[in-house]
Nanobody, 123 residues
Framework: VQLQAFGGGLVQAGGSLRLSCVAS????????MGWFRQAPGKEREFVSA????????LYADSVKGRFTISRDNAKNTVYLQMNSLKPEDTAIYYC?????????????????WGQGTLVTVSS
């Protein structure tokens, strides 16, 4: 499975962005999906995850209420809608396909990773 993430960019604090991640094959619909991010000088951290059918979602406390994960299996695409962005959201955002039907907070549960897309939030 190849994953391609896009939609990052430069935005002012309080603004919004929507990230997209397109998977290369239809079996994407059997996998949980996740978003992680890595800020400069920091370790990669969990952001959000979604189950194979979109019925179950997880969020990091730092983004809960501001970010929304969703998916469209017909388009092999998972989205991350990011609202009320803060400078501390600045990072490279990576999408990942889980080994199972449900995503999780642990990066070790993900078998495939996209190349990342940079989000920069100015104050």
């Amino acid at each position: 499975v190849q994953l391609q993430a896009f939609g990052g960019g430069l935005v002012q604090a309080g603004g919004s962005l929507r990230l997209s991640c397109v998977a290369s094959r239809r079996t994407f619909s059997n996998n949980g999906m996740g978003w992680f991010r890595q800020a400069p000088g920091k370790e990669r951290e969990f952001v959000s995850a979604i189950s194979w059918n979109g019925a179950s979602t997880l969020y990091a406390d730092s983004v809960k209420g501001r970010f929304t994960i969703s998916r469209d299996n017909a388009k092999n695409t998972v989205y991350l809608q990011m609202n009320s962005l803060k400078p501390e959201d600045t990072a490279i955002y990576y999408c990942a396909a889980a080994r199972r039907a449900y995503g999780s907070r642990g990066s070790h549960d993900y078998a495939y990773w996209g190349q990342g897309t940079l989000v920069t939030v100015s104050s």
